[in-house]
């Protein structure tokens, strides 16, 4: 970890996507916290996208297709609500200058959202940055049963279908784990990082639907 940052202007869009590309990236003591430390693991957690596990109990829940699955039509309200506290979830990293950094980044095309809708209300999704190949996530939220799950799991088919090398968790969970997370010594993460560095920014693409 680097120093507090709680300076706007300390930290530019530009400045975010630098960190990320050398493997560091910014969180906040709490939501209400006006400052972000930067973090660089010695210890990183990723999904081997040729590993990717999906449960027969999940399979099943997909194959109902009980959700519409959309692609950036409310990256700002997804955010929002990975922000959110909840019961299991007391409190979160994301700030409001995390908030707006992404939101910025979000406008330059470099953060994305998967979303779950049920008719119109959204109720669960998950965000995250692209740059060369790689997909780094930040956060998801549900309110339905295995709603960020259907987005991860549409999350993976879309980064193989475009050829992204590299799914960065930053870290593991227990939850993360049932879909194949590891972790892996900062050492092994930075090869795997500069070669998704060495790829020109892969489209992540915008706007579409997909029943799941």
Known sequence: ??????????????????????????????????????????????????????????????????????????????????????????????????????GELHRMGYTHSVEAWEGDELVGGLYGVTLGSAFFGESMFSRRTDASKICLVHLVERLKERSFTLLDTQFTTDHLKTFGAIDIPRRDYEKLLEKAMQSEDLEFGDGDTASR
């Open 1 to 102: 970890m680097a120093g507090m940052v709680s300076d706007r202007h300390a930290i530019t869009p530009e400045i975010l996507l630098r960190a990320y590309a050398a493997g560091m990236f910014p969180m906040a003591e709490s939501a209400d916290d006006p400052e972000v430390f930067w973090v660089q693991p010695k210890i990183r957690g990723i999904i081997p996208l040729d590993d990717f596990h999906v449960s027969k109990s999940l399979a099943k829940h997909i194959r109902q297709k009980p959700f519409d699955i959309r692609i950036n039509t409310a990256f700002d309200r997804v955010m929002r609500l990975c922000a959110e506290s909840t019961e299991i979830r007391p409190t979160t990293w994301i700030n409001p200058l995390i908030l707006t950094l992404y």
